[in-house]
């Protein structure tokens, strides 16, 4: 497959991952949880409640205004960490991730032992899942190789510290699937740079490129080509031993791989 293409497949990869995901990469706000107990209490739970119905009517530049109005005069009151997750979760239905990344992670400064940290994880990794998705979709006319998986990697982190910290989290289920996917794009990702230095015969480039994809996304859905062109570069390079042992991992891996046809020969 040529980068370009990759690119491409990546692109509907990642956005079409729907099976078992939640519509629209959408974890929704968060409930409202009112009490009120004084005159300045209820001034911010009027404000809040004027916010939170914006909020759900998709008003999200206006309910941001007063999310963040209502955080700027009750920085201490009762819906301050309520009004900080709703105020990233605007961000993010805003696309603006890197405001929403900002919101949550100060949430989470502000709140380490949170019941609501389970929401904020899921919401951040959502929030790099959608900039890596983003920029998959808007570098369409680049070289694969060149692209940044920083976010990718960043929203794996996050599902993966949701799923190990908050295992019971209602988000778990829909997290794994997600790192699920992450790890077979990164490792498209890794074959597709494998494949350009290959083109342009950079073989031990090559080389490198695959071990490092088998070692750190071991058996995925592209283990199999990686196997295939990694003995190719093996045998460009010179180094039939090392071909004919890759030739037996892919025999093992996938035993109706395309490619053995023409590599099966070299074992022995």
């Known amino acids: 497959m040529k980068p370009v293409l990759s690119v491409l497949a990546l692109s ?90 900002a919101a949550i992670d100060r949430f989470l400064k502000l709140y380490p032992q949170s019941d609501k940290a389970d929401y904020a994880y899921y919401l951040k990794g959502l929030a790099n899942f959608t900039r890596g998705r983003s920029l998959l979709e808007n570098l369409v006319s680049r070289k694969l190789h060149r692209m940044d998986q920083s976010a990718l990697r960043l929203s794996f982190s996050d599902f ?27 490792a498209r990702h890794e074959l597709a740079t494998a494949e350009y230095y290959f083109e342009r015969s950079a073989m031990v480039a090559v080389v490198n490129r695959i071990n490092t994809m088998l070692e750190i996304y071991p058996d995925t859905r592209h283990s199999a080509d990686g196997l295939s062109l990694l003995a190719r570069a093996h045998l460009a390079l010179g180094n039939r031993q090392l071909a004919a042992k890759t030739v037996g991992e892919l025999q093992i891996a996938d035993p109706e791989h395309p490619d053995l046809r023409i590599l099966g020969n070299i074992r022995g």
């Open 12 to 101: 509907v990869f990642l956005g079409a991952c729907s099976t078992g995901l939640k519509k629209e990469d959408d974890p929704g706000p968060l409930p409202a949880n009112l009490s009120v107990e004084s005159n300045d209490a209820e001034s911010a739970d009027q404000m809040y409640l004027k916010a939170k119905t914006l909020l759900d009517r998709q008003q999200y530049e206006t309910a941001l205004s007063n999310f963040e109005n209502l955080e700027a005069t009750h920085p201490f009151g009762e819906h301050a960490a309520q009004a900080r997750l709703d105020i990233a979760y605007a961000y993010y239905k805003l696309n603006e991730h890197q405001s929403a990344l």
């Open 160 to 186: 993966s510290t949701l799923a190990n910290r908050y295992p019971d989290s209602q988000y778990v289920p829909d997290a794994k699937l997600r790192m699920e996917r992450l790890r077979n794009a990164m």
